[in-house]
């Protein structure tokens, strides 16, 4: 169990971090369309203190208890906003749900091409001996050094942050792609997904057809990322 603890924290920290990037940029754009919701409870924050405070069990247990059974990391999270200012100003509530999975494709764009950068400057190379996320390793060093954990964790951001950008743009609710139709498309997705909202457990029942979908969208985007680091 000891062994695991490095693995743990360097994906924990890399979790929240991504998953606090992702919440802060729904804030941002909220308060910036003139929701002030998000705003007013201290969560336009890189600081994630206010979003586990939110979501402790999300941001928290969920992922540590993920790691200890899969070996990667699961959680949630998310900010208030005003219901009532999305069905005025639908394109500012499209924005702010497009919001989040942006901020996860930049954080993953960033960790490919630091690791390209790092590979060109051999500092790093690729792994000798792959795994889901130990994409390159460290030249020198040896395995625990602080390099070494630069390399694990670029790999756990990288995909991380992939599987958090395609697996919110899923257009079901209650995930951000959801929003992103209704917002752009309020006369038919908008009052579409508002019906659904009616029906009991609906939130429960669309993120297990997401679960069911996301294989068949995660498969080619990795071989594209693939592509892009091994070119």
């Given at each position: 169990?000891?062994?695991?603890?490095?693995?743990?924290?360097?994906?924990?920290?890399?979790?929240?971090?991504?998953?606090?990037?992702?919440?802060?940029?729904?804030?941002?754009?909220?308060?910036?369309?003139?929701?002030?919701?998000?705003?007013?409870?201290?969560?336009?924050?890189?600081?994630?203190?206010?979003?586990?405070?939110?979501?402790?069990?999300?941001?928290?247990?969920?992922?540590?208890?993920?790691?200890?059974?899969?070996?990667?990391?699961?959680?949630?999270?998310?900010?208030?906003?005003?219901?009532?200012?999305?069905?005025?100003?639908?394109?500012?509530?499209?924005?702010?749900?497009?919001?989040?999975?942006?901020?996860?494709?930049?954080?993953?764009?960033?960790?490919?091409?630091?690791?390209?950068?790092?590979?060109?400057?051999?500092?790093?190379?690729?792994?000798?001996?792959?795994?889901?996320?130990?994409?390159?390793?460290?030249?020198?060093?040896?395995?625990?050094?602080?390099?070494?954990?630069?390399?694990?964790?670029?790999?756990?951001?990288?995909?991380?942050?992939?599987?958090?950008?395609?697996?919110?743009?899923?257009?079901?609710?209650?995930?951000?792609?959801?929003?992103?139709?209704?917002?752009?498309?309020?006369?038919?997705?908008g009052s579409l997904y508002e019906?659904?909202?009616?029906?009991?457990?609906?939130?429960?029942?669309?993120?297990?057809?997401?679960?069911?979908?996301?294989?068949?969208?995660?498969?080619?985007?990795?071989?594209?990322?693939?592509?892009?680091?091994?070119?």
């Open positions: 169990m000891a062994e695991m603890l490095p693995g743990l924290l360097i994906w924990y920290l890399v979790f929240l971090f991504s998953t606090t990037f992702h919440e802060f940029s729904h804030a941002f754009l909220a308060y910036k369309g003139g929701d002030l919701t998000a705003y007013e409870t201290g969560h336009v924050t890189l600081d994630p203190s206010p979003h586990i405070r939110r979501s402790p069990v999300g941001m928290v247990l969920v992922p540590i208890i993920s790691y200890w059974q899969l070996g990667w990391m699961v959680g949630f999270a998310s900010v208030p906003f005003n219901a009532e200012w999305g069905r005025l100003h639908p394109r500012r509530q499209a924005l702010m749900s497009l919001a989040g999975p942006c901020a996860n494709l930049l954080l993953a764009l960033i960790a490919l091409g630091t690791m390209r950068a790092l590979l060109a400057a051999h500092v790093f190379q690729y792994a000798s001996e792959g795994s889901s996320t130990q994409y390159v390793e460290a030249i020198r060093g040896g395995a625990h050094s602080p390099l070494a954990a630069l390399a694990m964790a670029l790999g756990v951001m990288l995909k991380l942050n992939v599987v958090l950008f395609l697996f919110n743009l899923i257009p079901v609710p209650p995930l951000d792609g959801a929003g992103v139709l209704s917002g752009f498309f309020p006369d038919t997705f019906r659904m909202r009616q029906m009991p457990a609906i939130e429960f029942l669309g993120l297990l057809l997401a679960w069911q979908v996301f294989p068949y969208m995660v498969a080619p985007a990795f071989h594209v990322v693939l592509g892009l680091l091994y070119r």
